[in-house]
């Protein structure tokens, strides 16, 4: 179902109707989706003042364009409290090549009153290939500042950026900290959406097979960018066999004339070059692995679109 074709949706005030109050929650309810429950005042926390901002609208559409994962993913009961999009980031991954990976990690977050949802999307919103979920009774502590919100669990700490600032702030209001039950995010099968805590071959549930983080590695480390082709980011490993290929190229080019004029003495001209590339061959496995056990990647498809 396109954003177009969303509208009409319910929501909850203190039961399943429209919230009264004029024309803000009205003109919101319109954008929402028609098969999602919303907890209209934790969704929309500015409309009280009488006016809807741009990115109410935005946050509406978010939701239209999720819809088609959340009404298989939602249990019949469960409520939409929020929602907002940023990038899934990893400290270490800024201070690396990964720095770049806000291309590929794009997602939208969902609060429901049972869980953390973690959607993987396009640059337009759309959902792409892989969906994880933090179930509440599991946030540990939630901080942030800025345009940050860091979500840690007994195991882990997620860092989401790239988010605004006023939602940052709302978002770290509604996540109460917990830390009731151990364990840290589940992934989730891109068909059945079965949660698990592992990174498994097959869904348990439904069969389906994933891609493997061995094999996305192992082709990063002959190739960087072959890795994440093989995972299904193709503009991003389009972009890394361009920059890899590129280095190969100077290096070739520096390497045979020093053999030429200086002989096997003149390859130690070019050896400082080849230890970068080996350096980037090796750290892009790294990264491609890591990035492969974010989620679940399906080897027949990805996640519903519409």
């Known amino acids: 179902m396109s954003s177009a074709e969303c509208g009409g949706g319910h929501v909850l005030g203190s039961?399943?109707?429209?919230?009264?109050?004029?024309?803000?929650?009205e003109e919101l309810s319109a954008l929402l989706p028609a098969s999602i429950a919303v907890r209209f005042a934790e969704m929309f926390p500015g409309t009280h003042k009488g006016?809807?901002?741009?990115?109410?609208?935005?946050r509406a559409e978010m939701l239209c364009k999720a819809e088609p994962v959340l009404q298989r993913a939602l249990a019949p009961t469960e409520v939409v409290r929020f929602a907002t999009n940023g990038v899934r980031q990893l400290m270490w991954w800024l201070l690396t090549a990964g720095s770049m990976n806000p291309f590929a990690n794009r997602a939208t977050l969902v609060l429901t009153d049972k869980r953390v949802l973690l959607i993987h999307t396009d640059w337009k919103q759309r959902p792409r290939m892989f969906a994880n979920q933090l179930?509440?009774?599991?946030?540990?502590?939630?901080?942030?500042?800025?345009?940050?919100?860091?979500?840690?669990?007994?195991?882990?700490?997620?860092?989401?950026h790239g988010v605004k600032r006023s939602e940052a702030a709302h978002l770290r209001n509604l996540l109460e900290s917990t830390a009731t039950k151990k364990g840290g995010?589940?992934?989730?099968?891109?068909?059945?959406?079965?949660p698990t805590d592992s990174a498994p071959e097959s869904c348990?549930?439904?069969?389906?097979?994933?891609?493997?983080p061995k094999t996305a590695a192992r082709r990063a480390l002959i190739f960087p960018g072959l890795g994440d082709f093989y995972l299904g980011y193709r503009?991003?490993?389009?972009?890394?066999?361009?920059?890899?290929?590129?280095?190969?190229?100077?290096?070739?080019t520096t390497l045979v004339p020093a053999i030429q004029t200086r002989g096997l003495g003149?390859?130690?001209v070019a050896a400082p070059l080849f230890a970068l590339i080996v350096l980037i061959h090796v750290g892009d496995s790294f990264l491609t692995r890591t990035k492969a056990r974010n989620g679940l990647h399906s080897k027949d498809g990805s996640l519903p679109s519409g």
């Open 185 to 194: 995010w589940q992934n989730l099968c891109p068909r059945c959406f079965h």
């Open 135 to 160: 179930p509440l009774d599991r946030v540990h502590v939630t901080s942030g500042r800025n345009s940050y919100v860091f979500i840690r669990t007994g195991k882990e700490q997620l860092m989401f």
């Open 266 to 268: 003149g390859a130690l």
């Open 51 to 58: 006016r809807v901002r741009r990115r109410d609208r935005k």
């Open 204 to 212: 348990e549930k439904c069969g389906e097979e994933f891609k493997s």
């Open 15 to 25: 039961a399943r109707h429209m919230p009264r109050g004029g024309q803000p929650e």
């Open 235 to 252: 503009k991003y490993a389009m972009l890394e066999i361009a920059g890899a290929a590129m280095l190969w190229a100077i290096f070739l």
